[in-house]
């Protein structure tokens, strides 16, 4: 019988193949006649004897697979050598010496070890009829993290929690190659110092900024360029102007009850704004008077001398503002949504499609946030002031920060009021949002000016640590390396830790997420 390349696998010849009640049995022989010996490499013919080897394969039409060959031992021909008898080995793409699964099938092992780990691993290979328990699973895992990886240069380090909150460890990742190469019991100085200094092929390692990764880096490899990461920086520089705006509270609290603006603290815009509000509120009050005795609209334009359309726009109580909402694009179309809503049409997007017939070329999103802040008006009788509530420090924050732009009239007021109250919150602001650009535009030449600016501020305690810390800071702003990526391989961590039911052993967690590149 010839070679039959899809029965076995390469450099092997099928002789017979059987049916036996586990599945096929393949009777198989080396296809050389010769073979080399491992010490001297010479190529000797003088077989000394023979041993059956057994090798399990991937199963074939709905039956698993069993290879049986004969292994030939052979004598060595030169007579110099000290290796007498050897035994000959198959081809690396056939099995492995004394493998008993041939390296095809040791490569589905292996993956389906890495993406399900032991248990769960073993029922799902009784269904592919592949041959192998959980420990093989788990043995062939913890086998190919255990190969040798290249040199690392560019490292990040960050913490990951073993059983959340109760212990951490450390998570190495090789940024250039993009993969975990190790994984630490612990997150001590000490244990990271070591294992760094035991690589020095590392120049840089990026880390956040908790102090403990500082001192392990700068132990570890005095000479490397610490990256401090640019995401952290970002958080850190947040989470200061929260604290800022906890620390400022009771000052907001007593600008909030006492209700009043103060036009010498607010800034040369605010006040321009400021000033315009009270003439409004003045116009307001007057139209609004006149509106409550049952004066007609026609009337009420020919007595103040003001626009018809905005006699109506007061009347329905949608002339409020401090500040102006910044709008934009929406301006022109104001008048046609006041029209639709106050004839009943409240739904947002039915709203957009109508101003957008009309000409408007913004998003749904515009619309559907005018209708939003519409309908909080509404809310509020015109004239009738509610008690002011104070905000928590959480949503100062987010209204001074990311929700600027988007605050309804009533809570713009609000919050002016504590900005001109408490004008160092503005300062801070402005700062955190400077630091936050300078990190977006890798401005590294801003880092400078930022610290002396920065110094004075209520942010005080956030920019000590940038000082502490001026290097790392700088080389987040030039170098391309980020510790994102770290966080990402922490997320995949995450994942696998899950999938081992919180039972994770710290060597097969290492085990399964190092063989997986
Ligand atoms: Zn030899």
Redesign the pocket.
Known sequence: MGRDLSLAPCGLVVERVETEAAGLLIMARPASKTAT?P????ASGRIHSTYERSLADLPSQGRAVRIRLWTRRFR?V?MT?R?RI?TERLAATAARPFARRTTRLEGIVHHLGLALGGRPGQGFARRLLLPVSKDTLLRVVRRHAALPIEAPRVVGIDDWAFKRGHRYGTIVCDLERRRIIDLLPDREAATVAAWLAARPSIGVIARDRGAGYIQAATDGRPEATQVADRWHLMENASAAFLTVVQRSMQAVRKAVGSDVVDPTALSCAERRQHSGWLRREEENTAILALAKQGVAIKEIVRQTGKSRGLVRQVVRGGRMDVFRSRMGSLDPFLKQLDADWVNGCRNGAALWRRVKAAGFAGGLRVVAEWATRRRKEEGTAPGGVRPRKVPSARGIVRMMTTERDLLSKTVARTMAIIEGAVPALVVARDLVDRFHSMIQRRASTDLEPWIMDAAPSLLGSFVTGIVQDRAGVHAALTQPWSNGQTEGQNTKLKLVKRQMYGRANLDLLRARLLGAA
């Open positions: 010996c010490t001297c490499g010479s060595c030169l050598c290796q050897f």
